[in-house]
């Protein structure tokens, strides 16, 4: 997976009409600032557009900026010659509502295809295969959460080979 867009709004400490961060401008980079500023928020939109969960876990309402009542974000990665976008929203009213969307095109064909399924279960389950990579399995391969950097580490042989190796 190769990051290639990823737009905010109301997300944790970013406004409405966050900045767009665009990973086509740069082949590495530095995420750098003020404890506060929002650079773990970065990583937290990005892990929960994929698999809805972050470091706040499961509970997507801890994730609204305050004062606001819904957060948005989409984010797009190229995978075997592929691009992909996902958007997640997450509305507070009403007792709480996400809505997930998942599309497919490419590099030399832009247009896109919807392969969003008829529940957010079904299109969570289409992000984990397409990735074939659980959110675990990211967070204890390839993102190392903060405070968690030695999950993987500590864990015994058997459940490292059992996180290495799953996909769902």
Same mark, same amino acid.
């Given at each position: 997976?190769?990051?290639?867009?990823?737009?905010?709004?109301?997300?944790?400490?970013?406004? !409405?009409?966050?900045?767009? /961060?665009?990973?086509? @401008?740069?082949?590495?980079?530095?995420? *750098? +600032?003020? %404890?506060?500023?929002?650079?773990?928020?970065?990583?937290?939109?990005?892990?929960?557009?994929?698999?809805?969960?972050?470091?706040?876990?499961?509970?997507?309402?801890?994730?609204?900026?305050?004062?606001?009542?819904?957060?948005?974000?989409?984010?797009?990665? !190229?995978?075997?010659?592929? /691009?992909?976008?996902? @958007?997640?929203?997450?509305?507070?009213? *009403? +007792?709480? %509502?996400?809505?997930?969307?998942?599309?497919?095109?490419?590099?030399?064909?832009?247009?896109?295809?919807?392969?969003?399924?008829?529940?957010?279960?079904?299109?969570?389950?289409?992000?984990?295969?397409?990735?074939?990579?659980?959110?675990?399995?990211?967070?204890?391969?390839?993102?190392?959460?903060?405070?968690?950097?030695?999950?993987?580490?500590?864990?015994?042989?058997?459940?490292?080979?059992?996180?290495?190796?799953?996909?769902?």
């Amino acid at each position: 997976m190769i990051p290639v867009l990823l737009k905010l709004s109301n997300f944790t400490s970013y406004g !409405e009409k966050a900045p767009e /961060l665009n990973f086509t @401008k740069f082949k590495l980079a530095a995420i *750098s +600032g003020p %404890n506060g500023a929002g650079k773990s928020s970065l990583l937290d939109a990005i892990t929960w557009c994929l698999w809805g969960t972050s470091r706040a876990g499961d509970s997507s309402d801890e994730l609204v900026r305050l004062g606001s009542d819904k957060m948005f974000v989409q984010f797009s990665f !190229e995978l075997d010659g592929n /691009l992909y976008t996902v @958007k997640r929203a997450r509305s507070k009213k *009403s +007792g709480g %509502n996400t809505s997930l969307e998942v599309w497919s095109g490419t590099e030399k064909k832009p247009e896109t295809h919807n392969l969003t399924e008829g529940t957010i279960k079904a299109s969570q389950q289409k992000i984990i295969d397409t990735l074939h990579l659980s959110f675990e399995t990211f967070t204890n391969s390839s993102f190392l959460r903060q405070g968690h950097a030695d999950e993987f580490t500590t864990k015994g042989p058997t459940d490292r080979k059992r996180i290495l190796a799953k996909k769902k």
